[in-house]
């Protein structure tokens, strides 16, 4: 697939992608998953822990579930 087929694939099932996105961040934040969560190496990690990493995750996650059952209802 070239840029041009993925663009159009991601504007017609943004949808879709959105609800992935967000299972994958609400179930890397609960299952505390190293690669999502772990602070270790990265330019902020005095800023946020691990646990304050977890529940942005989380969040964000929701938003993003949110946001593609509102566009499907709506």
């Not at 697939?1 to 934040?29: P, Y």
């Not at 529940?55 to 996650?61: D, M, T």
Request: proline share 3%; hydrophobic share 50%; glycine share 10%.
């Amino acid at each position: 697939m070239n840029g041009e087929q993925i663009t159009a694939f991601l504007q017609a099932h943004w949808e879709w992608v959105t609800l992935i996105i967000g299972i994958v961040s609400v179930a890397g934040s609960i299952l505390n998953w190293n690669w999502m969560c772990d602070p270790t190496g990265k330019p902020d990690s005095h800023r946020y822990g691990r646990g304050s990493r977890r529940v942005i995750f989380f969040l964000l996650g929701i938003v993003l579930i949110v946001t593609s059952i509102m566009s499907w209802v709506l």
